[in-house]
């Protein structure tokens, strides 16, 4: 209890520049790491051409049925990969000891928050990045729509939003990696809904009122739980 | 002539749905009140432990005050 | 080993009474409903135990707050009970929604927005308690329960408006029209009484499992200390 009031002191002091830096500190340092060992991005890419690959021999559509198939294939390949890199970025963090490291330190614990969202955030994206190009190629459609990477960068945002906040619980069980996609699924659900319809509707061409809707849901959902899992995350990471 | 609808017969499902209620409900009281019963169980065995063990930690007491008592007599003999 | 209190054996009574006296109603009192028959029935104690659930769901995320707020593990087991009992409530709402809809639209089931958003809530609390489970350390437990209840219980609401976003067969009684649902019927007097009454009810038969709920939730606190004492 001294000790978090000190710390509070302090941070009251120093406020927000020693929170940025604080969130900085973070992603750099995963970034670095990750740079150093391309660990989570290797096994991300993998998985995802993969799950990619699953799909092709499981749904065996013709070229017709499978436009209309795309947003749904993309965004399932998105979420299983997203899982993989989230329990990843945790648990290094858990085994490496970092987050006591970092529980230690002077710092807000929202901060530490905003730095693994930002971390995931980035990786998911790098992964979305080259998954994008990669289908385009293999499957002779053009997904180079500013309107769907809109929607990637929205639907990645809220499902990291979440996704952070529950990789962090469930690194901390006994069932560890096995208990995120139970956890995170069903609440990532109306993302993945949202994402889908709106990367559906840019990919057809839809009029805009059409694909409206489920982008403000996006950022509706991204701002409601960010906001959310950054005043809860204190909880989760406490002694 | 107009065509009149007769009421399909889906008693049967009626009857399965409220079948399946109450077996849902009865299970779970059911479920509770084991429960509580183990729990009861449960207690009563672990007050049974505790009184053994604080039993057993009188006995040495016991013995040691005795010890004392005796050799104290024992000192003011001599 | 506390006995039951005089109040809660009486709601015990109670409640069964109800339960029975509403199923009566339904079954026997209420007239039949001219297009889809005697399945129809079900649909008062499947709205009946919907509605409970839902509002047992939306505690629940208060109850969350709460606790996080208070750090008074009292809280934590009113919780739990809340969501058990919730959980269960809301099964029945879910099967009896498969069963009205077989004769109804034909299928066990449907990946309908109202039914997707059912199965995904009841998936929430079902994971909720695989949490817990994976928790030794009653504080942590509590407190990462009080989380992911109140994430869960945000996103609910969300996950529906979601999915209003594509078309429903499902009937809309209550709530305004919608022409492409199957299975809609108005109500009559005599079937708003016992709609009516079953709500009455079901909340009356949550009250009393939730009441007994957390009493058993209490005994059960009380063997782990008593466990962690004698271990000693």
Known sequence: MAKQSIQRAGISRQSSG???????????????????SYELLSAMLVFSLLVLLIFNFALELDVKTRQSVTAGVLWAT????????????????????????????PVDRSAIYFGKFISNLVFMLIVEAIVLPLYSVLYNTNLFQPGLILVILLGSIGYTSVGTLLAAMSVQTRTRDVLLP????????????AAVKASGGFLDGSDFSEISFPINLLIGYDIIFIATSFMVFDNIVEE | MFLQETTPDTSGYMIAGYVITFIILGIYVASMYLRNRNYNQDMTLLDEMERVETAKQAKPAATAAKKAAKSGTKKSRK | MNSKPLALKILDAVSLLLLLAAAYLAIFVAP????????????YFHIGTAWVALVGFVFTAGLSVIYLVTKDLKWDRIQVAAVEVSVVFFLITIILGSIWARPAWNTWWTWDPRLTTAAITELIYIAYFMLRQGIDDPDRRARFGAVYALIGGLSAPITFFAIRLFRTIHPVVIAGTNAEAEGTFSMTPEMRSAFFFALF???????????????LGETQDKVEQLKLKVTM
């Open chain 3, 201 to 215: 009810a079901f909340t009356i038969i949550f009250i009393d499992l939730f009441w007994n709920r957390i009493r």
């Open chain 1, 18 to 36: 020693n929170f940025f830096q604080a969130i900085r500190a973070i992603v750099w340092k995963d970034l670095r790491a990750e740079f150093r």
């Open chain 3, 32 to 43: 039949t409903e001219k297009v889809m028959g005697d399945v129809q029935r079900v649909f």
């Open chain 1, 78 to 105: 998105f979420a299983f990969a997203g899982t993989l890199g989230l329990n990843r970025s945790m648990a290094i963090e858990k085994d490496r000891g970092c987050l006591d490291g970092l529980l230690l330190a």
């Open chain 1, 182 to 193: 139970i956890l995170l699924f069903p609440v990532a659900f109306a993302v993945l809904l």
